[in-house]
């Protein structure tokens, strides 16, 4: 008896009897999923990252396609959807994030459809509660929680991942017995077709997706009917995805002028995407992360416990292959490894956690395990939900709309810090991204933040600016600057402010900070 019958286990003294069914454990764990990413939804202005989606999403469709490509690293479908469902909808904070809260809770049936098929294939008698520990995981994870109460592509990368991952563990079952149906064959290409277009690290998933079917491929004999099934899928999704292709391409060389650096030490953040980030740790989710890394131990042991090309084995790869490779190229070529870009490898980490707790020795360890994962991470879970602000950008634009005076002007130090500072409902025209309004693609000046639309200043340029005779008349300029250390490490446009007129005292809001400059 496990966890999973216990459940249906009738109550003495009652002609009542509960049966949980995989229907039923999906709707209540994606309802869950729902509720949490609820929670204090419109509390937190838009940080930077979300007000670039609000941004994209507001441009014209043939801006948004031949325009913003240009110096937008993410290929433009996520924001393509999000017009969509802001013309519904609306443009605040919640509107745009209820897209993401959306995708994120559909990836929960997902998972446990995709666990439920990985029990056809490797049975281990407790079909429910693999699917709830997967599904439960997928539903609370901090780090899909964090990522899918904000306005960006990752919830939708997720998603794709999900849906591709599912179609291939249907093939792995089918082509061992014919040429795959054509319902799975679709699965995996519209799966991958879609993480190809959510964000431009998706072709590093594709290539493990390949990976993961070609054993099967290639271990039974030529069949006319699975060639052309796989070249048709193939070829159609290569075909699509050619122009998102040439997107990622003509941008490719931007990514090393970027603020991301390598060193192999980032890759112990690796333990807090797949168990709990540092930041949520507490001593509930402690628990849970520390079962998460015994759990990651007996993944590796049983997958290679048997023989032949698993669908178990296949989700190892599918786990492990997209930081490997990010890990490799950020190595050899370019920085591009970050830890929420890697986001959707945590579905396949939680069906092999999942098909771990199932093969538990004991109906105890069993149940430990899985109330061990799942009660911590609902506490944490409502604690992230509950998180402050990234970004304090409604506490800058209050200090503004006090301190400023008519004849003073404020400086965005990035340009693009007036996307974030916009939303947070700061729109005087005494506001001015420097060195030009975001996207300053046509300045000409050192790019420290991997796109040609913000653009930092070279000490003469500074200075030029600041002693700019139209800036006579202006009482105060108030600077305002975002990680200063980055895009101004040489603090080239204070220093040439200095010259020619008083510094006041600084406002600090973790990164972001506001310093008058009045004139002498």
């Not at 590796?300 to 490779?325: H, K, M, N, Q, S």
């Not at 970050?338 to 199932?358: G, I, K, W």
């Not at 500072?421 to 790019?447: H, M």
Request: positive net charge.
């Amino acid at each position: 008896m496990d966890a999973a019958s216990a459940l249906r286990a009738p109550v003495e003294g009652t002609r009542l009897s509960w049966r949980v069914t995989p229907l039923a454990l999906g709707a209540g764990l994606t309802l869950l999923a729902v509720a949490l990413r609820l929670i204090d939804l419109g509390t937190r202005p838009l940080w930077l990252d979300e007000a670039y989606s609000a941004w994209f999403s507001s441009r014209g469709w043939s801006d948004l396609w031949t325009v913003v490509p240009t110096y937008e690293t993410h290929p433009p479908f996520y924001y393509s959807l999000l017009k969509l469902w802001r013309d519904v909808t609306g443009g605040g904070a919640v509107a745009l994030r209820s897209l993401s809260v959306l995708i994120g809770a559909l990836t929960v049936p997902v998972v446990i459809a995709a666990a439920t098929e990985l029990e056809r294939q490797a049975p281990t008698g407790r079909p429910l509660l693999r699917a709830y520990v997967a599904g439960a995981l997928a539903a609370l994870a901090p780090m899909l929680l964090v990522l899918d109460q904000e306005a960006r592509p990752y919830p939708l990368l997720i998603f794709a991942y999900a849906v591709a991952l599912l179609g291939l563990l249907r093939l792995l079952r089918e082509l061992r017995v014919g040429p795959g149906s054509w319902r799975s064959w679709a699965l995996l290409g519209f799966g991958t077709e879609l993480t190809l277009w959510a964000h431009h690290l998706g072709a590093l998933y594709a290539f493990c997706l390949a990976l993961a079917l070609l054993p099967v491929w290639l271990r039974h004999p030529w069949d006319p009917s699975r060639s052309i099934r796989g070249v048709v899928t193939a070829a159609v999704v290569a075909a699509v995805y050619a122009p998102c292709l040439m997107m990622l391409l003509s941008r490719a060389g931007d990514w090393g002028t970027g603020w991301l650096g390598w060193d192999p030490m980032l890759l112990l953040q690796l333990l807090g995407l797949y168990g709990v980030p540092y930041e949520a740790l507490t001593i509930g989710s402690a628990i849970s992360a520390l079962i998460m890394m015994l759990l990651i131990k007996r993944c590796i042991e049983a997958a290679f416990a048997g023989g032949g090309w698993t669908g178990e084995r296949a989700i190892l790869l599918l786990w492990f292959g997209p930081p490997i490779l990010a890990a490799i190229i950020s190595a050899l070529f370019m920085p591009i490894f970050l830890p929420r870009t890697l986001a959707a490898s945590l579905v396949p980490a939680y069906l092999a956690m999942s098909s771990a707790v199932a093969r538990g020795p004991s109906r105890q360890e069993r149940l430990f395990l899985a109330a061990g994962l799942s009660i911590p991470l609902l506490v944490t879970a409502v604690q992230v939900a509950m998180r402050p602000p990234m970004e304090h950008w409604s506490a800058v634009s209050a200090y503004l709309r006090q301190n400023v005076g008519l004849r003073d002007k404020v400086w965005l130090y990035p340009n693009d810090s007036a996307l974030p500072l916009r939303e947070a409902g700061y729109t005087s025209a005494q506001a001015y991204g420097i060195p030009g309004e975001y996207p300053a693609v046509d300045f000409k000046g050192p790019i420290r933040a991997g796109s040609p639309a913000v653009v930092s200043l070279t000490p003469d340029q500074a200075r030029k600016l600041a002693s700019d005779p139209t800036l006579a008349h202006v009482r105060t300029i108030w600077l305002l600057t975002r990680q200063s250390e980055l895009f101004d490490p040489g603090a080239d446009v204070p220093r040439a402010l200095a010259g020619t007129r008083k510094a006041g005292a600084p406002q600090h809001w973790g990164y972001i900070s506001v310093r008058p400059y009045v004139l002498r």
